[in-house]
């Protein structure tokens, strides 16, 4: 597919991945709409290119919020082609803490619910309309770029929520290619390793180099700029298609 004044909508667009995937695409003459609760760089990234831009605040969680944000984009911009799920929280928490008190229920639930249940609503809702769209000449009506993690594979003490919405994504990517594929609509998944995200900016630098010291190559932690990369890649390339690529630097945890 092609990404030059196509229209692509971005959840957990005004940080880390997401952020960085929209300027990539900005500059490659896409149309974009970040959506997010996340509003503090809004200005900083619209002013970049108003014409192509539209922040709308969104809550992934809420169809009504989802609904309304995909109308506002259509009237702004017409069909949606892509969707890049971006658009998640880290929950880490054992199950039993050092003082006896339990895993909070509460917070498994949430997480699944930001990560797992709102990447699919997204899914299910913006797939309804890029049926509608007109394909292009392979037969494409859309495509659509799932975030889950090495978590999913690999998940450390303290993870348990965060990987099991992380493995759900991969989990679900293959039946829905299946299905929206007679649709003419693409789906992957991206699996990042350990990325220069706000969801590490709590992490102090002695862990930080631990961490870098086990990714064989290239020794550091990843650049959003380079999953903004594999996302133009996917759109890019119609052969991509229910499967998910690691983007770790072969690090194994």
């Known amino acids: 597919m092609e990404i030059s004044k196509h229209t692509f909508f971005i959840t957990g667009g005004n940080s880390g991945l997401g952020v960085a995937t929209a300027r990539h695409l900005l500059q490659l003459n896409a149309?974009?709409?970040?959506?997010?609760?996340?509003?503090?760089?809004?200005?900083?990234?619209?002013?970049?290119?108003?014409?192509?831009?539209?922040?709308?605040?969104?809550?992934?969680?809420?169809?009504?919020?989802?609904?309304?944000?995909?109308?506002?984009?259509?009237?702004?911009?017409?069909?949606?082609?892509?969707?890049?799920?971006?658009?998640?929280?880290?929950?880490?928490?054992?199950?039993?803490?050092?003082?006896?008190?339990?895993?909070?229920?509460?917070?498994?639930?949430?997480?699944?619910?930001?990560?797992?249940?709102?990447?699919?609503?997204m899914i299910r809702l913006v797939s309804a309309q890029l049926s509608n769209n007109q394909p292009n000449n392979e037969g494409e009506r859309g495509v659509i770029i799932n975030t889950s993690s090495i978590a999913a594979y690999e998940g450390q003490i303290g993870q348990a929520a965060y990987a099991a919405s992380k493995a759900g994504i991969i989990g679900m990517t293959l039946p829905i290619a299946r299905e929206l594929g007679r649709k003419g609509i693409r789906i992957m998944t991206i699996a990042p390793g350990v990325f220069a995200t706000p969801l590490l900016s709590g992490v102090n630098d002695s862990i930080r180099e631990d961490l870098e010291k086990q990714i064989p190559f290239p020794g550091r932690l990843g650049k959003p700029s380079e999953y903004a990369a594999l996302v133009q890649h996917i759109i890019e390339n119609p052969m991509l298609n229910g499967d998910v690529i690691r983007l770790d630097g072969a690090i194994r945890m």
Request: proline share 1%.
């Open 31 to 121: 149309n974009v709409v970040i959506a997010d609760l996340n509003i503090d760089q809004e200005k900083s990234v619209v002013a970049e290119s108003k014409n192509q831009t539209l922040f709308i605040h969104t809550d992934v969680t809420n169809t009504d919020s989802i609904e309304a944000a995909l109308s506002r984009t259509q009237e702004r911009f017409g069909p949606i082609h892509g969707l890049i799920n971006c658009a998640g929280i880290l929950v880490a928490e054992r199950l039993i803490k050092k003082d006896g008190s339990l895993f909070n229920l509460a917070s498994f639930r949430l997480c699944l619910e930001v990560n797992l249940v709102g990447t699919f609503n």
